[in-house]
Structure formats: C-alpha cells, structure tokens
C-alpha cells in the first residue's frame, strides 16, 4: 500500500532532476548569465520542488480519506502557491535591468512546468482504480 502511494512522488522527483538538469545544459550552452538573478536556478528548483512533493503527499492523503475532494484541495493547494510564487516574484517584477525579462520568463515558465506536472500526476491519480 505504502509503495503504491508513494510511486508519483518517486515520478516527480525523477521529473525534477530531469529538468534541472536539463535546464541547467540549456543555460550552459547558450551561455546565460544567471548570477544576477534573484534567484538561481537552484533555490527556483527545490522551492517548486518542495511545494509540488508536498502538494502531492497531502493529495494521497486526502485520496485516501475522500477521494470526492481532491480536485478541490487540488485547485486550493494550487492557489496558495500561486499566492507564494507571486510574493516571492514580485522582487522580480519591480527589478528594472537589461537580464530581468530572461528572468522573469525563467521564474514564469518553472511556474507553469510544475503547474503541468502536478496537474498530470493529479490527473492519473484520480483515474487510477482502487483495488
């Protein structure tokens, strides 16, 4: 049972890490200047890392006591985060330089990655049939 449960967790890490370093090659190869970001790649990847695990492991456990709900706590979960993100991107918003749109278009898609995998992982848990 424990082992089932925590198979999309294992997924989203592995996804993660793919990404990363993905990304980390496309910022290497195209010769990016990440050191005037606000935030480096890094603290972008383990925050919405770290927010999707636990966005995912509170969605096991409420699957587990009603599964009529999670789409809610899904979409709730989600808008919290969005709060966060926006809090945390406002520093980015109001930074006026020559680097900032690579930036701000950095933070925007991460958003927007993590948004899709969460909304997948969330999607195949629902459409997957108990035992």
Not at 18 to 47: D, P, R
Not at 85 to 104: A, D, M, P, W
């Amino acid at each position: 049972m424990f082992k089932k449960n925590i198979k999309p967790i294992g997924i989203l890490v592995l996804i993660v890490g793919i990404t990363y370093l993905i990304h980390k090659f496309i910022f290497s190869v195209f010769k990016f200047n990440e050191n005037n970001f606000i935030y480096s790649l890094e603290q972008l990847y383990l925050f919405f890392g770290l927010s999707s695990i636990i966005i995912e492991l509170i969605l096991i456990k409420v699957k587990q006591k009603n599964i009529d709900i999670v789409g809610n706590v899904f979409l709730l979960l989600t808008l919290v985060k969005m709060m966060v993100c926006y809090v945390f991107g406002r520093s980015i918003l109001k930074e006026v330089t020559e680097h900032n749109s690579l930036q701000k278009w950095n933070f925007l898609v991460l958003f927007l990655l993590f948004l899709t995998i969460e909304t997948t992982l969330t999607i195949i848990m629902l459409n997957k049939k108990e035992e």
